[in-house]
């Protein structure tokens, strides 16, 4: 493996270096309607995680996205690893009065509790749509993570609406999954024109070419590593990471420092 | 063991609307191959998709110019139109270093069935040719998939560029059904589990190796297949063991 950094090498070498964690902050769990995942269970993603030295997931379960009032099936997973898995309490704004409940119970669940997590697309409601307020509020008073899938060319979560949320909670750590997919540009623009904007690698390690813009242009300390587990699997993202940043230090951020400073900040690590 | 590699599924040149830094020629595939220590690659040429099979081949020729560490794969268009499938079209391949043919039916415009290349899919059969079927948008569709391998159930197919979504749904049902259909690893690799499931139900010979360079990052799927929870055995065989068994058995 020439041009790798000995870091690189070793990871290649031995799959995992143990002062080298990954952390590993958008995952879901559970069966899905359009993929068959062999890994379903917490037990099965441990084992998968530990295989590659991963040392914590941040997740929401399948059922939390996909139906109906489903966050106790990430609680019920996550407390079986509870220093290992967190939770991304699934905001639906297609049911209000779900929202209201799980947020009330919020606090009870602050042992895997991290933050909110949005998938507007699917939910068909722009991110800044007053279903979503109440919970943006809550997560921005209590400077929480908000995992927001977004992608480009998108209304729901693209671009713009970032952009506007990203201004109306500044408290809030808000982590652009898939990072405005396609539209790396202007999902770089926003992870420098805010503090809390960070980019968010799942669905980006499977294209040459994001990943070594978002080094030269955003900086390594604004780039959170996550998989979608158990969409992709650890050492493939890990590869692919590794073929695009060649700087040791860029790896480290990456793949552990950045998410243990944020975990640390809100006393969750 | 030091596991050697054979990528049974990259491309030199470029999209007409770009790849991030992409081999212009074999010469450039073979530098960024030594970066990772790939030694062998079954490869076409991007022109052969996206600009026209007949003009993209012969680029594919021209470039490779006989390297023994590369094979080549052209594109195929119905025979009746005479662009590629010609006289001596066989004894062209063997000159050409030639040892797979892939195809591009729904890009192309053509149908993927008895009708159209009957006699000649039968002659692949008969020379134990691989077919090549993308499954990138352009290529084969599953429903065409599943209809050819009906009609000729005894075809050497290798399913690559295998969707971002996982496909064990779609690939399960064939493998079980289909002896000689193969699956390419690369982007099923990048399915967390369904790489080591379809090892352990139908067995490592029906996987091979491969990148999707330079669309992916070689480094992906290798630095998987090292780690796989499969045993060392099935690692090289998957990681080139299998494909050259494959090329060792075309008679041209
Ligand atoms: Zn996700």
Request: proline share 4%; charged share 25%.
């Amino acid at each position: 493996m020439r041009n790798m950094s000995q870091l690189a090498k070793d990871i290649f070498k031995y799959g995992r270096v143990k002062d080298c964690p990954v952390y590993d902050m958008h995952g879901h769990m559970g069966s899905h309607y359009g993929i068959h995942f062999p890994t379903k269970s917490a037990e099965k993603t441990v084992k998968s995680m530990q295989a590659a030295n991963v040392q914590k997931l941040i997740f929401s379960h399948h059922g939390s996205l996909m139906m109906r009032d489903g966050n106790s099936l990430s609680l019920k997973e996550a407390r079986k690893f509870p220093g290992l898995l967190k939770v991304y309490c699934t905001i639906n704004p297609n049911f209000p009065e779900v929202t209201e409940k799980d947020l009330a119970a919020f606090d009870e669940a602050r042992d895997v509790y991290v933050g909110i997590k949005l998938l507007a697309a699917y939910h068909k409601k722009p991110i800044t749509d007053d279903g979503y307020k109440k919970a943006w509020e809550f997560a921005n008073k209590r400077k929480l993570f908000a995992l927001v899938h977004t992608w480009g060319d998108n209304n729901m979560n693209g671009p713009e609406q970032i952009d506007e949320v990203a201004r109306k909670y500044p408290g809030c750590k808000i982590f652009m999954g898939h990072s405005c997919h396609g539209e790396w540009d202007k999902a770089v623009l926003l992870a420098n024109k805010y503090k809390n904007v960070y980019l968010e690698l799942t669905a980006v390690p499977d294209e040459r070419g994001p990943m070594e813009k978002f080094i030269e242009k955003a900086g390594s300390k604004k780039i959170l590593f996550g998989t979608d587990m158990p969409w992709f699997s650890y050492h493939n993202y890990i590869g692919a990471v590794l073929g695009a940043v060649r700087k040791e230090e860029d790896l480290r951020n990456i793949f552990y420092l950045n998410a243990k400073k944020l975990l640390g900040e809100i006393g969750q690590l | 063991m030091k596991i050697k590699f054979f990528d049974a599924n990259a491309y030199i040149g470029t999209q007409m609307l770009g790849v991030y830094k992409s081999a212009a020629t074999a010469a450039e595939l073979l530098e960024k191959m030594d970066e990772v220590e790939i030694e062998k690659a079954l490869v076409y040429h991007m022109a052969q998709f996206d600009y026209s099979p007949e003009e993209g081949n012969k680029m594919l020729v021209e470039t490779m110019a006989g390297n023994k560490r590369l094979f080549g794969c052209w594109t195929l268009l119905p025979p009746q139109t005479e662009e590629v499938i010609a006289d001596n079209f066989f004894a062209q391949m063997k000159k050409n270093r030639i040892f797979a043919l892939n195809l591009f039916p729904v890009h192309h415009r053509f149908l993927l069935n008895g009708v159209v290349f009957g006699e000649f899919f039968k002659e692949l059969i008969k020379r134990k040719i691989p077919l090549v079927l993308s499954m990138r948008e352009g290529g084969a569709t599953w429903e065409m998939l599943y209809s050819l391998l009906k009609e000729f159930p005894n075809l050497t197919c290798i399913l690559t560029d295998l969707s971002i979504w996982g496909v064990d749904r779609y690939t399960f049902p064939l493998l079980e059904k289909y002896e000689k259909v193969y699956l390419e690893s690369g982007v099923l690799s990048l399915h967390e589990g369904s790489f080591e499931m379809t090892v352990k139900k139908f067995g490592a010979k029906r996987l091979v190796f491969g990148t999707g360079f330079p669309e992916k990052y070689q480094e992906a799927s290798m630095l998987h297949l090292l780690h796989s929870n499969i045993s060392e055995t099935d690692k090289q065989k998957i990681a080139a063991g299998n494909m050259e068994k494959l090329l060792s058995e075309v008679k041209l």
